[in-house]
């Protein structure tokens, strides 16, 4: 399967599943689909930070880059961006997420802009012989895999919980699972 393949298959996924989507482009001007490589979702969660988490999928040569975001940043200073990070380095070596097996999603922090994310790539091989189940991995485990750790990261982040809280929230209410 070819980017513009996936591309086109994803696209006409979303229309006939009546999923809301848009096109972007770091250009700002008016381009083909050809040349629009980002498709960007949003879901309403109430649970999460901004109460929303948004999944941008990025068409590269030979792979999509998936990643689920909160829709607002989670550190607007160094000392929560320290934070943050911190975070980001324990979720990822200690969160075994039973998923598919197909694609592994890690955690991120982006200094820069203040952003908790989680990205996955996922070959276009993969999409081609797994597409249902990559679609639901997209648009479900990787939005609920963001959400679940919001409540331990943003209370922690503002000063509610201890480092031991946020340790302890995942071990009870994710890792215990």
């Not at 909160?70 to 997420?97: F, G």
Request: proline share 1%; with cysteine.
């Amino acid at each position: 399967m070819t980017k513009q393949e996936a591309k086109s298959k994803i696209i006409k996924y979303f229309d006939n599943e009546n999923i809301e989507y848009r096109m972007l482009n770091d250009t700002g001007g008016i381009q083909s689909l050809e040349r629009l490589d980002t498709i960007y979702l949003s879901c309403a969660m109430e649970c999460v930070i901004g109460r929303r988490v948004e999944t941008s999928i990025r068409f590269r040569e030979d792979h999509l880059y998936c990643q689920s975001y909160y829709c607002q940043p989670v550190a607007d200073t160094e000392e929560k961006a320290i934070k943050a990070s911190r975070m980001v380095n324990y979720l990822n070596l200690h969160l075994n997420w039973d998923c598919n097996c197909l694609f592994e999603h890690n955690y991120f922090f982006n200094e820069e802009d203040g952003d908790l994310f989680n990205g996955c790539l996922i070959r276009y091989e993969l999409l081609e012989a797994y597409f249902q189940e990559t679609m639901d991995h997209i648009l479900n485990f990787s939005v609920q895999q963001i959400a679940d750790v919001c409540i331990p990261v943003i209370f922690h982040l503002v000063g509610e919980y201890t480092y031991e809280d946020f340790k302890d929230y995942l071990r009870t209410h994710i890792i215990g699972k």
